[in-house]
């Protein structure tokens, strides 16, 4: 993901960089990457799937990555943090501060609200019924996304593993100091990996999805932390209350509330 330029390197530096090449190609022949196509990826994924949908309140922090490919084939990428608080089946409050927006979904079961704290103004819809409901009406109806939202799903397996043509069985690896299994999965548009954590608590650290369909194939990283289940909230923690000169309008009106800002034109499809 984090890309290093280096201009008009001298001979020394490009044999070093030539070496460094060949015995990385070499590591990636000789390692177990290809280990498992006896389903071993399914059955990890489903061990968290089954864990995340048993859990009632869950509170974590999040980093995301998204790249975007520039009509001239340059990739910029654009970072931002956040946090959430659910709790299962219908209650909902999600924060995502980047350098150009900070917006928060508070939802209660019945409203949706989401707040352009950068703008001072948000929106409210009606919405009754579930998390996964409210998720999909922003998702196909407004073309708002909440981060990692198919890993709050109560039934993440059967959404991430829909059309997956291929899956391995990386290895593990480490995140954040937590060693993870790692697996990868194929569809016809994407690859997408992720991180688990290892033992009695198979929550994802890591989530990666590579969208093959674009020039310059960009990434989405998503980055987990600090999850915590079954978290003490408070009786007001999914009300919303505008702060003091805030006004309300129409979702439509809400521009700019994307993590990548208002005036980046995309291309390299292909």
Sequence with gaps: MRLISISQPGQRLRRGMAAVTVVLAMLLIVSPAVRAEDGSAATILKAMSDYLASQKTISLSFDTDI????????????????????SRPDKLRASRTGGYADVELVFDGKTATVFGKHLNAFAQLSAPGSIDQLVDLLRH???????????????????????VLDAKHI??????????EHLAFRNQDTDWQIWIEIGARPIPHKFVITSKAVTGAPQYTLRIRDWKADAQIGADAFAFNPPAGAKQVEITELSGIDEVPPGISTGGQQ
Aim: aromatic share 8%; charged share 20%; glycine share 10%.
């Design 67 to 86: 790249e975007v490919i520039t009509p001239d084939i340059q990739k910029i990428q654009f970072a931002s943090s956040g946090n959430i608080l659910l």
């Design 141 to 163: 109806q407004y073309f708002v996304e909440l981060p990692g939202a198919d890993l709050l799903s109560p039934h993440v397996y059967d959404d991430l593993i829909l059309d």
């Design 171 to 180: 290895g593990r690896g480490v995140i954040d100091g937590v060693e993870c």
